[in-house]
Every structure is written in C-alpha cells, then in structure tokens.
C-alpha cells in the first residue's frame, strides 16, 4: 500500500532556531497536509497544499508541494517551546477521500 | 463554534467485551471519517461516511467493527469481542464533501486488558 516516509523520527533543537522536515512517497499525491498532535489529543491541522510547487504559510509555518508531487516540505522559523509535538504529513490520491499518514517526527525544542 | 468530539475519552475493557464510541462532527459536515493510530505510527483510515452512507471501508476493519451514522449526523463505532490488538487511539474527523481539510476530535484511547 502506499506509505508516506518521514524521517528522521525525532529532532531536537534550540528555541529560536528554523527546523525543515520532509516527507517523500512512492506514490504522486494530489494534495499534502500537515498536522501536529500533542500528547493524549487529536491531530491539528496546520496547513494543506493543492498544487505541485505550490509554497503556503501560516503564521511561522512555511510548507511546500513538491513538483515531482511525491514529496512535502514543512519549515518552522524561530521555534519557541510550543512547537514540541509530533509533525505528520498525509497525503490524498486520485479520488480517494482518505489520508494516508507519515509516521511522524517528534520535535523537542530546548529553551 | 465546535469542533469535532468524541465520547469517551477513555475506556478500558476486558478482552471479549464489546465496545462502543461515539463521534460529533462538526455541524454541516457531511463526511466523517474513523482512524486508528497506535503509539508510535501516524493515523490508518479505518472508514467514511457521506451524509448516512458508508461509502468506503478498510481491509483493517474487521467483521468484529462495524459503524454507523444513522441521521448523517453523529456516528458510532463499536467493536465485539474485544482483542489486545484492539487497543489503540480511536480517531473521528469530518469534512465537507469535495474538501480534503479533515479536521480531527480528540480521539477514544481504548485499552483491552
């Protein structure tokens, strides 16, 4: 099945500083999106892409679409405590309505 | 305004107990989806529905899970016979129709002991 890759599995950085993350699959996506979850709680969405290329921010979130539209970036600048959670990105395909999910990367962030 | 909810938070059972949960969408939402996510791995579709009808299902739901959404409205998933391997994060999202923005409740953490 299709699976979403994303590594590495947990990041570790200074409050203040930018961090990257990314995701790739196999397979071409139609759309990406990002969600964050916090420990006990549900997936939040942050941001969704539509178009290959596309570049969309919120807030201190930049994400891209990859042109190949098999891979996603999320960029996060000036990190505060915060932003500790775990970082998925999913995917939809053709005409499925389901996502399919990453992994996740768990970001810690140091004060 | 209010999200997605979910009832209960939490449930603990014994194994070969029958469970069951229930989903809130968002009003006006007209598809809601289940997921499953076990610690240390993104969420698995498990199921959708359009207004009333299930249009999709999962290899992972088995014929021990079935879920309904009666009114198009709030939905249920319930799960017979209750097995170790069943515990795990239970997670509603709904959407309008034709938009991929799920947007997630806070999940039924089940424990089968």
């Known amino acids: 099945g299709q699976q979403l890759n994303q590594s590495p599995q947990s990041m570790f950085i200074q409050e203040g500083e930018d961090v990257s993350m990314n995701c790739t699959s196999s397979s071409i996506f139609n759309t990406w999106l990002w969600y964050k979850q916090d420990p006990g709680e549900g997936p939040v969405l942050l941001i969704a892409?539509?178009?290959?290329?596309e570049l969309t921010s919120n807030g201190r979130l930049t994400a891209q679409f990859g042109i190949t539209r098999k891979d996603s970036f999320l960029n996060i600048s000036a990190s505060i405590p915060s932003d500790v959670g775990i970082y998925f990105c999913a995917g939809r395909s053709g005409a499925n309505s389901k996502l399919t999910f990453g992994k996740g990367i768990t970001l810690s962030v140091r004060p | 305004d209010t999200g997605v909810s979910q009832n209960p938070r939490h449930k603990i059972t014994k194994r070969g107990q029958n469970v069951t949960f229930r989903c809130d969408p968002i009003s006006e939402h007209n598809r809601l989806y289940w997921y499953r996510q076990t610690l240390g791995q993104g969420p698995e579709f498990l199921t959708y529905f359009q207004n009333e009808a299930q249009l999709e299902k999962s290899r992972l739901l088995s014929d021990r899970f079935s879920a309904e959404r009666p009114k198009g409205s709030f939905s249920t998933l319930e799960i017979q016979r209750t097995e170790q391997g069943d515990s795990a994060m239970y997670l509603c999202?709904?959407?309008?129709?034709?938009?991929?923005?799920?947007?997630f409740g806070p999940g039924t953490r089940l424990t089968v002991t």
């Open positions: 999202a709904s959407s309008y129709a034709g938009t991929t923005e799920q947007y």
């Open positions: 892409l539509y178009k290959a290329g």
